[in-house]
């Protein structure tokens, strides 16, 4: 029995405005064709699907299409992340197709999905597997939703912890009633020992943005399929000492369970260029033994390399330069000064250019830019500007546009 685990898809999410919606497409295809030929039992989705809470319309038809033809061949279990709406996301839970699964109630939490084999399968193991798919828990509102009397604390530790008292809970009662199958927990949150990256919201509340991963342990549960962070990673798990008080299904599986995040399948910041972006299979007939060694990452594909490019321009412009032609890079310029014309030179070389920085490798002690006031004249503070952010005194030339610049609005002051 294997699952796909897959999160943070951002649909409708653009780099540095170049529009990805056509690269999340080729993903979503990519997923697919994933889904049939390793004839998994189901595609989990640990959250961020939409990229804001009002997705493009693009994006929402892009969805629909994908979670259709997932359908045809596996289980497809969603939960809304920090960036999804909830509400949006979930509004037609009860007109999906069979086989379709969108869990965004935290009212749900506790209660699990019982998957049976996947669509049309034949002569495989009947044995069902357990789900537990939980939503972004937001601690404003959650803290609320899973007291049992008096509101939580305001942290996402509080609420992931009672949530997963639940989910233990309901697990203790089926071991207690003879049930030996695998069990699944998905999430949206920043666990204790995942590294994060530029390109994930901020989900600090309270000044409490993680969770301990010793949550997870103790409640009989197999594989904690993690969603927020963007670079696929394991997550260790500390093991609970059997007999523990609070964790009743503690006997039913030896040791703690796997966790990892799967991380986003494409790149959404320079701090992502080293990750080798993946989906998760997780074989669950042999995690119990062989824990994260019965998970393959199955490499995504690549629309674009990312890659930063450093050194003076003219190498560059040159053989440093000339294998990342191609690829969407961040180019960081360092000659002493800045060059001419070096956005439109860069470009010429590196079509794909997102960022252009020029970085002086000594920049040379400048008294601070002042602003415009009683007494200083605004030239000198242009001309002060001007040698700020370009390690230089203006030239004549430049001196004489900057002259022509601002005689020009105050004429158009005088005017109005």
């Known amino acids: 029995m294997r699952i796909l685990h897959t999160s943070d898809w951002h649909l409708g999410r653009t780099l540095h405005g170049v529009d990805l919606l056509e690269h999340q497409a080729a993903h979503l295809d990519h997923l697919v064709d994933l889904a049939r030929a390793e004839r998994v039992r ?49 509004f037609a839970e009860r007109l999906l197709r069979p086989g379709v699964h969108l869990r965004t109630r935290v009212a749900d939490v506790g209660t699990p999905l019982v998957l049976g084999p996947r669509p049309g399968a034949t002569g495989e193991s009947d044995e069902a597997l357990l789900v537990h798919a939980l939503p972004y828990l937001d601690p404003d509102a959650a803290r ?6 008096a509101p939580l604390a305001r942290s996402h530790e509080a609420v992931m912890a009672a949530a997963v008292r639940r989910v233990g809970a309901d ?26 990256s530029e390109s994930e919201r901020d989900i600090r509340v309270g000044g409490v943005d993680s969770v301990p991963a010793g949550t997870f342990a103790g409640h009989g549960i197999d594989y904690v399929a993690l969603g927020h962070l963007h670079g696929p990673q394991r997550v260790p798990v500390p093991d609970v000492p059997r007999g523990t008080a609070g964790h009743g299904a503690v006997d039913a599986v030896a040791g703690p369970p796997v966790a990892r995040y799967s991380g986003s399948p494409l790149a959404f910041s320079f701090s992502e260029v ?42 560059l412009l040159g053989a440093a330069g000339e294998p ?8 960081v310029v360092t000659d002493a000064t800045r060059p001419a014309e070096l956005y439109a030179r860069v470009r010429a070389r590196f079509p794909h250019a997102l960022q ?14 002042t602003a415009v006031g ?15 952010v370009s390690g230089h005194a203006p030239s004549a030339a430049e001196e004489l546009v900057l002259r022509d610049a601002l005689e020009g609005a105050l004429a158009a002051e005088r005017s109005a």
């Open 374 to 388: 009683p007494g200083r004249d605004p030239l000198d503070v242009a001309r002060d500007f001007v040698e700020h």
């Open 42 to 90: 189901a595609v989990v989705v640990a959250g961020d699907v939409y990229d804001r809470a009002i997705p493009p319309v693009e994006a929402v038809a892009l969805l629909s299409d994908a979670v259709a033809r997932l359908a045809e061949h596996a289980h497809v279990v969603i939960t809304p992340g920090n960036h999804d709406s909830a509400i949006r996301l979930g």
């Open 144 to 149: 609320h939703e899973l007291a049992d009397d």
């Open 324 to 331: 990342h032609r191609d690829d969407w890079v961040r180019v």
């Open 274 to 315: 080293h990750q080798r972006k993946s989906t998760a299979l997780v074989d669950l007939d042999r995690l119990r033994d062989e824990g994260h060694d019965a998970v393959e990452l199955v490499p995504a594909p690549v629309p674009r390399r990312l890659a930063e490019v450093t050194g003076p321009l003219d190498d």
């Open 171 to 196: 697990l203790a009662a089926r071991r207690a009633g003879g049930f030996r199958g695998p069990v699944v927990v998905s999430g949206h949150a920043f666990v204790v020992g995942g590294e994060p």
């Open 356 to 369: 252009v920085t020029h970085r002086p490798p000594q920049p040379v002690e400048r008294e601070t830019v």
